[in-house]
């Protein structure tokens, strides 16, 4: 099945160390996006890429680090820097072609630094 | 400034009532306007899009929404809600013909009671 993949499900890490999250799609998307979400703040974008080597800082990017070395990959570190890094990541893509098409999502990392 | 207003936090209906969501937004021209739907600690599933034409627009589930320019609203209505309806509900909207940059409002959590 075509999908969204986000390894681990809940994550525990020490304050000050970094911690890198995993992102993996099969579904041939050119753009892919990570997301933070806080209860009741909604969604808030932390970084994009549309293709292979190039990405972008969405709103909230300080304290985060991406890469995109391989189209299926997205992977996201939370660095020592993030101020509050506890949250839940969420990962997605969307393909290209269609004006508009919308975004998939993953089914989440839960961050918790103690 | 682009904004996006739920303006319920929390919903409670009992099983078989209908149900309306508001969304309501603030941007420059008519934006792409989404609905998801987050079970908990779950990601998102898309219910329902909006780009042009018919102002009332079908999705999955039995759900519906509809798009007033006037009042710049996005309301999703289900004319009968099932006690697997309960989750987060999130309105979103994105630029014109690029869905990179969604604007998420903040979410309104469905409760179902039999």
């Known amino acids: 099945d075509g999908g969204i993949t986000q390894s681990p499900k809940y994550l525990f890490r020490k304050e000050g160390q970094n911690v890198t999250l995993s992102c993996e799609q099969n579904l041939n998307h050119d753009a892919m996006y990570w997301y933070r979400q806080d209860p009741g703040q909604g969604l808030r974008l932390i970084y994009y890429?549309?293709?292979?080597?190039?990405?972008q800082k969405g709103d909230i990017a300080e304290g985060y680090s991406v890469s995109r070395e391989k189209k299926e990959s997205f992977p996201l570190t939370v660095t020592s820097a993030q101020k509050n890094p506890t949250a839940f990541y969420l990962c997605a893509s969307r393909g290209q072609g269609a004006p508009g098409n919308e975004q998939f999502f993953g089914p989440g990392t839960r961050l918790t630094v103690l | 400034a682009q904004s996006v207003t739920q303006p319920d936090i929390h919903i409670t209906v009992s099983e078989g009532a209908s149900l309306e969501l508001r969304c309501n937004y603030s941007y420059g021209a008519t934006p792409y306007l989404f609905w998801y739907v987050q079970s908990p600690g779950q990601g998102l599933q898309l219910l329902l899009k909006?780009?042009?034409?018919?102002?009332l627009v079908q999705g999955i589930k039995g759900f519906e929404a509809e798009f007033k320019r006037s009042q710049s609203s996005f309301n999703l209505r289900k004319p009968s809600v099932h006690w697997s309806d309960a989750a987060e509900y999130f309105c979103?909207?994105?630029?014109?013909?690029?869905?990179?940059?969604?604007?998420f409002g903040t979410g309104t959590r469905l409760q179902v009671f039999p």
């Open positions: 890429s549309q293709i292979v080597n190039d990405f």
């Open positions: 909006y780009f042009s034409g018919d102002t």
């Open positions: 979103a909207v994105g630029p014109p013909y690029n869905t990179d940059k969604l604007i």
